[in-house]
C-alpha cells in the first residue's frame, strides 16, 4: 500500500458539540496539525444504516439497511474488500455490526468477537463488541481507552494499512442524557482526553488518521430523521493531502472513496461521491 490510515468513529456526535467540548482536536486544528469541516450523514441518520453507507459510499436505498433491525451481509464493494484487493491489510475495532455487514452474519460470538485471519477478503484483524443488554439504565458501552489501545495493539502486531475503531459511548450518552447538559460536557471531555494520546502516537506510527462520526443527535438525543442536530458532524484528518475550503459541507458518501484513494486502492464504480482529500 502506498499508505496507512486509520478511521475512527465516535458514534451520536452533533457538529455543535464537537467545536466546543473536544479542546485536544480543536487545539490541533488551531496549530494546524488538523483540519475540520462539516459532513452530512446519509438518511436514515441511523446507526446501522450510516455504517454501511460509511464503507460502501452508497445509500441506505441502494445497500439496503434501513435500521439497526436490519443487519446483514453487504454484497457490495467496500473499503475493507478494496484495501484487501490492493494487497493490504485490514482491522477493526468495532461494534459487531461491523462485522456481521463486512465479514459474515449472523455474529456468532464465540466465533467473531475476535478473529484473526489473514486470508480473509475483508476484515483481516477483528475484535468486536456486541452491546448486549443496551438500554437507558444500562450503556453496556466498553472504555474507550481500552478500545484505543486494542487498535493500536493490532496496528502494532499485524502492520495494518487500514483499520477502522468505532466507539457507541456518547452516542448512548447522548441517548440518555441529551447533550446540553453537564453529563455531556464531561463524557465529551474525557473521551476526548483518552483519544488525545493515541492521535499522537498514531501519527508517529506514520498512519494518517481520520476522526469523525456517523450521524449528529437533536435536543431530545434522537436521530434517524433529517436535521441539522440528527446529520451534521465534525469530520479532523491528520496528514498531508489538500482538502476544500474549510466551510465547505462534505457528504457522508463521500467519505470510502476518499480513504480509498488516499490509501492508493481502487475506487469501484459503485462509489460516486466525489474525493475530498488529494494528495
Not at 445497500?63 to 474488500?81: E, M, Q, W, Y
Not at 478500545?147 to 493490532?154: D, E, K, R, S, V
Not at 455531556?184 to 483519544?195: I, P, S
Request: proline share 5%; net charge negative.
Amino acid at each position: 500500500m502506498q499508505n496507512k490510515l486509520l478511521l475512527i468513529v465516535i458514534d451520536g456526535v452533533p457538529w455543535r458539540n464537537w467545536r466546543r467540548l473536544f479542546g485536544n482536536l480543536e487545539g490541533w486544528v488551531d496549530n494546524g496539525a488538523a483540519r475540520v469541516w462539516k459532513m452530512r450523514s446519509v438518511l436514515p441518520s441511523t446507526s446501522a444504516s450510516c455504517y454501511a453507507s460509511i464503507h460502501t459510499g452508497v445509500t441506505p436505498a441502494v445497500h439496503g439497511c434501513t435500521g439497526n433491525a436490519n443487519v446483514f451481509r453487504l454484497k457490495l464493494p467496500d473499503i475493507f474488500s478494496q484495501t484487501r484487493e490492493a494487497g493490504g491489510i485490514t482491522g477493526a475495532v468495532t461494534h459487531s455490526f461491523w462485522s456481521e455487514f463486512f465479514n459474515r452474519s449472523p455474529f456468532d460470538p464465540v466465533r467473531d468477537i475476535e478473529y484473526d485471519e489473514p486470508d480473509s477478503a475483508t476484515i483481516n484483524h477483528g475484535r468486536f463488541h456486541t452491546m448486549t443488554g443496551y438500554g437507558l439504565i444500562n450503556q453496556t458501552t466498553p472504555c474507550d481507552a481500552d478500545l484505543f489501545a486494542t487498535l493500536t495493539m493490532l496496528c502494532q502486531r499485524h502492520g495494518l494499512d487500514y483499520g477502522i475503531l468505532h466507539s457507541c459511548t456518547l452516542d448512548s450518552m447522548g441517548h440518555r442524557f441529551y447533550h446540553d447538559c453537564r453529563e455531556m460536557d464531561d463524557a465529551c471531555f474525557k473521551l476526548d482526553e483518552m483519544l488525545a494520546p493515541y492521535v499522537a502516537r498514531w501519527r508517529s506510527m506514520g498512519y494518517e488518521v481520520i476522526v469523525t462520526a456517523d450521524h449528529g443527535q437533536d435536543e431530545r438525543g434522537h436521530h434517524g430523521g433529517r436535521s441539522d442536530l440528527q446529520q451534521d458532524f465534525a469530520l479532523y484528518y491528520f496528514g498531508a493531502a489538500t482538502g476544500p475550503a474549510p466551510d465547505t459541507v462534505l457528504d457522508q458518501l463521500q467519505l470510502a472513496p476518499t480513504i480509498l484513494t488516499l490509501l492508493g486502492a481502487g475506487v469501484p464504480q459503485s462509489m460516486q461521491g466525489a474525493v475530498f482529500l488529494q494528495r
